[in-house]
Structures are given as structure tokens and as C-alpha cells.
């Protein structure tokens, strides 16, 4: 995909208000969001081998109330992403695209639920 299509597809987002395409950008936003994630991961992880004090301290770096704000945007990011994926799946194996409306708003209440319950586990 060059930067013509992106740049397409970015008007047609400007264009095509809806539900669907706010689903479709936001798919693919956060499976790069959730990509460049794992490599930061890996990379905090991989000061194990420069012994346990770098790898506490590259742990500790997380356990400040950034941390756990970077952490609640993380879960909202994979649960997006997640439930996102799913309703493709289903729509996609099932034959019911004329009910993806219906399954979206399914998925968002869903987020929801999730986003409300990691309030609580992660941010109190």
C-alpha cells in the first residue's frame, strides 16, 4: 500500500461517516499500535540478560501511575483490536454481513464492559 491509497482511503473515511469505517481505521491502527507494543515488550523483557537489578529496573519503570495509565491504554488497544477481529471472523465464516451493523454495536458494548472492568483491576 503506497501513501495514494492511504491518502484514499483517508478521504473516503472523511467521506463515508459510519459506523463501519470508523471500525475499519481503527482495526488497523491498533494492530500497529499492538505490534510496535510487542517489540517494546520484548525489548523490556530481553534486560533479563544483563542481569536481575537491569531487569528490575527496566520493570520498575512501569510501576509509576504512567505505567499503569500505559497499561490501561494498552488493554483498551488489544480489546479493540480483539473484538474487532472476532466480529470479522464471525461475520466472515458465517455469511451474516447483512447483520455486521448489529454485531458492531455488540462489540462496542462489549469493549465497554472490558473497558469498565480495567478501570477497575488496573487503574484502582
Do not use: P
Request: hydrophobic content about 55%.
Amino acid at each position: 500500500m503506497n501513501i495514494r491509497n492511504i491518502k484514499e482511503s483517508f478521504q473516503d473515511l472523511l467521506k463515508n461517516r459510519n459506523a463501519g469505517m470508523y471500525a475499519f481505521w481503527a482495526h488497523r491502527i491498533t494492530g500497529i499500535v499492538v505490534t510496535i507494543f510487542l517489540f517494546l515488550h520484548i525489548w523490556t523483557l530481553s534486560s533479563v540478560f544483563r542481569g536481575k537489578d537491569a531487569y528490575d529496573y527496566a520493570i520498575s519503570k512501569f510501576d509509576t501511575t504512567f505505567g499503569y495509565l500505559f497499561q490501561y491504554v494498552l488493554l483498551l488497544t488489544v480489546a479493540i483490536h480483539l473484538v474487532n477481529g472476532i466480529r470479522i471472523t464471525v461475520v466472515d465464516f458465517c455469511g451474516i454481513t447483512r447483520s455486521q451493523k448489529k454485531l458492531l454495536w455488540i462489540s462496542i458494548f462489549v469493549l465497554v464492559l472490558i473497558a469498565a472492568v480495567g478501570v477497575t483491576t488496573v487503574l484502582l
